[in-house]
């Protein structure tokens, strides 16, 4: 059993490498010609790492007209980050690991800290940054992910959760305007949050920082791109929020108003179930992970009982009014 474990997983290492970097050497990037590919209502989850996101988009990508950067609604537990999968296809301004920043941070692992107030100024794009070649590339890198992975292109629905997108949320609206993308703004409770990226995670966690320090930057990082969001909705036809906790505590009843925002139809199939089997290749493991089946409704309480006074005042410094937009205290949801 043990060596049938490995295999398994040495499998599913070789199969998520492989979907990875499909797209720079499939042989549709070069005989398919990608302006011809349409592109139809793309469909972007914003919010921070942690919070959410890869649930919610496991979801929607088992929709049968869903579309990754990876796979089509059979891979729906692969890589779903174009910001990083295709990183080297895009524009320098919408990767993740965008490189102009300030020298001094030494931050060689920006995942968790691109919003800090140190690092936003870098980070931050919007319309205002727009330029014909941004536009071109950028719709091309998803035009290659339809042509790619979709059977029917013309019914294809492209499914991003690129988190570094949620501070450039203006910009993507202006590169793909006549295209209709929609935005879904996932939250979570931002005390909870902010403990678990401090001092729990990879790689805030294991920074040569106290604590303290540590709290102020997950803090500034939640604040920060949230507010980024929100500042840039006005600007976007297709937007709506979602608190995770009420997608845990009524699963269907949130998803069914995703899919009706989003204009998909929704399909039983798409929640969580006990006999779901992830594909090989996926990220977790070949047999799961956590992020899917059961739900854990009260999983906010494994962090907010750790928090100390002195946390939530550092914490509340910085989130307090954008915790209280979406009714969120140290004592839950």
């Known amino acids: 059993m043990i060596a049938y ?6 499998m599913n290492l070789i199969l998520l490498f492989a979907r990875w970097n499909l797209w720079r050497i499939h042989p549709r990037r070069f005989l398919v010609n990608l302006d011809a590919v349409p592109i139809n209502r793309p469909i972007f989850l914003l919010g921070v790492q942690g ?3 890869t649930l919610i988009a496991r979801m929607l990508r088992r929709h049968p007209d869903a579309v990754s950067v990876t796979g089509d609604h059979t891979f729906w537990a692969g890589p779903d980050q174009m910001h990083r999968v295709m990183e080297l296809y895009l524009p320098p301004d919408l990767t993740e690991l965008y490189t102009e920043i300030p020298e001094e941070t030494n931050f060689r692992n920006r995942a968790w800290l691109y ?9 931050r794009k919007t319309a205002d940054d727009a330029t014909p070649e941004m536009r071109r590339r950028f719709q091309r890198a998803i035009r290659l992910a339809i042509a790619i992975h979709s059977k029917d292109p013309q019914r294809s629905r492209f499914i991003d959760k ?3 997108f949620t501070m450039r949320l203006s910009l993507v609206n202006s590169l793909l305007g006549e295209h209709q993308p929609h935005f879904i703004l996932v939250t979570r409770n931002p005390y909870a949050m902010c403990y678990r990226a401090a001092d729990v995670v990879t790689p805030l966690s294991q920074l040569e920082l106290t604590l303290e320090e540590r709290l102020q930057l997950a803090a ?8 980024c969001a929100l500042d840039d909705a006005d600007e976007v036809d297709h937007f709506m929020s979602l608190r995770f906790e009420d997608l845990l505590q009524g699963p269907e009843k949130s998803l069914r108003t995703i899919c009706s925002f989003a204009q998909l139809e929704y399909h039983p199939f798409m929640l969580p179930a006990p006999e779901h089997r992830f594909p090989l290749g996926s990220t977790g493991s070949a047999r799961g992970d956590h992020k899917w089946y059961p739900l854990h409704p009260g999983v906010n309480r494994l962090y907010l009982k750790h928090l ?14 954008l915790a209280r937009r979406w009714s969120y205290s140290p004592g839950g949801p």
């Not at 919003?115 to 980070?123: G, N, Q, R």
């Open 162 to 164: 690129s988190q570094s």
């Open 220 to 227: 500034q990082h939640w604040a920060n791109s949230f507010q």
């Open 308 to 321: 100390e006074p002195w946390m939530i005042e550092i914490i509340d410094s910085r989130v307090g009014d």
């Open 115 to 123: 919003a800090t107030d140190m690092l936003l100024p870098s980070y």
């Open 5 to 10: 474990r490995k295999a398994l997983g040495f």
């Open 51 to 53: 919070g959410g996101l």
